[in-house]
Structures are given as structure tokens and as C-alpha cells.
């Protein structure tokens, strides 16, 4: 499977922003897709993940009430739709895949190349 994502930008504190993530290769639709953040010197984090399905959805806390994911099967893609941002939402968004889900970065078994998000206060 291969991820590209993109959508991320400058924004300022309240605004919105959508990130999609595109997968091609091996069948999407088995996959369930996840979104992680990294900001300058933190580790990589958890920010959401959605079924094959999407019946089932997660959200870290720290974005749950702001951030909606969803994904559309006929376009190969994820979305992430971030609202009300804010300055601590600032980093390089990433989406991942595997086969059963999870909530850190090293069970992930592919990655698309980052997207940066900048919040402005």
C-alpha cells in the first residue's frame, strides 16, 4: 500500500483545515487507516484511526469533540477533517495502515509521507 497525504497549511487559531490521505496498491477497503502527529522534538502520536468499515471509530482525546475522520472506498481515501485548531495542533500529520489498528506508531505497516499543519495563536 502506498499513502499520500496532503491538505495540511497555515491556519490560524479557530480555523479548519481537511487532510486526505490517497492509498493505492493492495486492496484499501481491508486496511484500517490511522492518523499520527509529530511536532518538533515529541514523539509521534496517535490522533485517530477508522475501520475497514468505518463503523468503528477512535479519537485521542486530545482532538476528540474538534476532529472527524472518515474514508470514502470508491477514492482510496481517509479524510481528516480538523476544527477549531489550535496552536498545540501545529506538526506533520501522517497516515498509516495495518490490518488490525492500534493506537502507536510502531505497529503501523505503511506510512505516507507527512503533511505539515502550522496553527497560528
Known amino acids: 500500500v502506498q499513502l499520500q497525504a496532503s491538505g495540511g497549511g497555515l491556519v490560524q487559531a479557530g480555523g479548519s483545515l481537511r487532510l486526505s490521505c490517497v492509498a493505492s496498491g493492495r486492496t484499501f477497503s481491508t486496511y484500517v487507516m490511522h492518523w499520527f502527529r509529530q511536532a518538533p522534538g515529541k514523539e509521534r502520536e496517535f490522533v485517530s484511526r477508522?475501520?475497514?468499515?468505518?463503523?468503528?471509530?477512535y479519537y485521542a482525546d486530545s482532538v476528540k469533540g474538534r476532529f472527524t475522520i472518515s474514508r470514502d472506498k470508491s477514492k482510496n481515501t481517509v479524510y481528516l477533517q480538523m476544527n477549531s485548531l489550535k496552536p498545540e495542533d501545529s506538526g506533520v500529520y501522517y497516515c498509516?495502515?495495518?490490518?488490525?489498528?492500534?493506537?502507536?506508531?510502531?505497529?503501523?505497516?505503511?506510512w505516507g509521507k507527512g503533511t505539515l499543519v502550522t496553527v497560528s495563536s
Open positions: 498509516a495502515a495495518n490490518s488490525i489498528g492500534g493506537l502507536v506508531a510502531r505497529g503501523m505497516d505503511y
Open positions: 477508522i475501520s475497514y468499515t468505518g463503523g468503528s471509530i
